[in-house]
């Protein structure tokens, strides 16, 4: 199996937030792997290992049929943990794997001295 064949994503890279900030994090499939072998069963965002949002048999040709951007208004210390793109594929119509990518968010308060 090549690595040409698996496909790779990659969420924004996005670190410390001050407090009530806003945030938009994206998942890009930037790598598809072959549409005929690797058929895409599943794209998901997770918050420190729960789903948050889902789409099935997503189409990267179609906006419509892939996971739009997580838009977090008003960061707070609640928000904050790791934000997971997983990408649920078959390949080579067989054998079921996860690709995925993270990003951690922390908050941090401002604070006067």
Not at 52 to 67: A, I, K
Not at 80 to 97: A, D, P, Q, S
Request: aromatic letters at 4%; hydrophobic letters at 35%.
């Amino acid at each position: 199996m090549s690595g040409l064949e698996v496909p790779k994503v990659v969420v924004s890279d996005i670190g410390v937030l001050k407090h009530n900030d806003d945030v938009t994090l994206i998942c890009n499939l930037t790598r598809r792997g072959d549409p005929a072998s690797t058929p895409l069963k599943r794209i998901s965002w997770l918050k420190d290992g729960v789903e948050l949002e889902s789409f099935r048999n997503p189409d990267p040709g179609d906006p419509r049929d892939m996971l739009g951007p997580l838009n977090i208004k008003g960061v707070g210390v609640r928000n904050g943990g790791k934000y997971t793109c997983v990408l649920e594929v078959l390949l080579r119509n067989i054998r079921e794997y996860n690709v995925t990518a993270s990003t951690v968010i922390y908050s941090k308060k401002n604070i006067s001295c």
